[in-house]
């Protein structure tokens, strides 16, 4: 079945530094979503990017999915501390309603 | 409501009980997910639910596990003679559309199951 893995799993920064976290995917996605999870909360939706190539910008936040629609990546630019949580992507395959998510990728910043 | 409502939010459980988790959706909201969440994991699906009807079981774990949404709104999991590997926490969602391109998935707060 469909697996969907991100790297790096976890990713300690300095404030104000930038952080990437990739998502790959061993199938062609129709679409992807990007979640973001709190310590101790729930899944909160960021963004869907559905189009190859698409690049979508939420202020220092910039999502990307790759012209397979097999790979898709999230930027943060100048992190702070309200950045602190864990992303997760998640894809959708052509057809099928489900979210397969991710792997995550723990974020921890460094005042 | 304002959001996805989950209740219990904590859970524990002898080894052999029947639980019985509730979800309530955002009102209106044509699909409900359920997920299933481990510590230090993503979510994994469970199942799919379109207005009543079921169309997707396939990450239900065993045949333990039972989910309905008798009239399309409100939904139950149900998870019979629990085990300890089924200790985590179940997330329910829902989504505004049903059919072609779907939005996001709006998450409620969990219920945390222990099973002991």
């Known amino acids: 079945g469909q697996q969907v893995m991100q790297i790096p799993q976890y990713q300690h920064v300095q404030e104000g530094e930038d952080f990437t976290t990739y998502c790959n995917s061993s199938?062609?996605?129709?679409?992807i979503q990007w979640y973001k999870q709190r310590p101790g909360g729930h899944p909160v939706f960021l963004i869907q990017l559905v189009k190859s190539g698409e690049v979508k910008k939420q202020k220092r936040l910039t999502f990307q999915f790759g012209e397979a629609k097999k790979n898709s990546s999230l930027h943060i630019t100048a992190t702070q501390t309200t950045d602190v949580g864990t992303y997760f992507c998640a894809g959708r395959d052509f057809g099928n309603e489900k979210l397969t998510f991710g792997t995550g990728t723990r974020l921890t910043i460094i005042p | 409501g304002a959001g996805v409502s989950q209740s219990p939010r904590y859970k524990v459980a002898k080894r052999g009980q029947d639980v019985a988790l509730r979800c309530d959706p955002i009102s209106g909201h044509v699909s409900l997910f359920w997920y299933q969440q481990a510590l230090g994991q993503g979510p994994e699906f469970l199942t799919y639910f379109q207005n009543e009807a079921q169309l997707d079981k396939s990450g239900l774990p065993s045949d333990r596990f039972f989910a309905e949404r008798p009239e399309g709104s409100v939904s139950t999991l149900k998870i019979q003679r629990t085990q300890q590997e089924d200790s985590a926490v179940y997330l329910c969602a829902s989504s505004l559309g049903a059919g072609g391109l779907k939005g996001p998935q709006y998450f409620g707060p969990g219920t945390r199951l222990t099973v002991l």
């Open positions: 199938t062609t996605l129709s679409n």
